[in-house]
């Protein structure tokens, strides 16, 4: 329950710098502080690769790429956030999760 708490804040935490975004530099002032792409039409897209990196380089917090696809469906659902389901084309298995995309709002 603790690495599920820590990932549900940072995602707080980031969604509510996403909603600050008004221009070019400031995207790039919230991009530099927690060393993640922020993408999408209205700065709002994140990938879970990029939280992970997020949580290790910002947070100092260490938590595996499995975990991190297992607990973020839960933490974004709680959140009202939306993911979408990520696969490499190239898998040997079509069904295995790589990473998720994540609407911040």
């Known amino acids: 329950m603790v690495k599920l708490k820590k990932i549900t804040e940072v995602l707080i935490d980031v969604r509510e710098s996403a909603l600050t975004i008004d221009s070019k530099e400031s995207w790039k002032k919230i991009t530099k502080k927690y060393d ?17 990196h997020s949580l290790k380089s910002t947070y100092n917090y260490e938590i595996a790429n499995d975990e ?15 993911t979408e389901e990520m696969r490499l084309l190239k898998e040997k298995d079509p069904r295995k999760i790589d990473a998720y995309s994540i609407d911040l709002f």
Do not use: D
Not at 68 to 82: D, F, Q, S, T
């Open 68 to 82: 991190i696809l297992e607990l973020v469906p839960r933490a974004c659902k709680e959140l009202g956030m939306k």
């Open 36 to 52: 993640m792409l922020i993408v999408g039409e209205k700065f709002n897209k994140i990938s879970t690769i990029e939280l992970g």
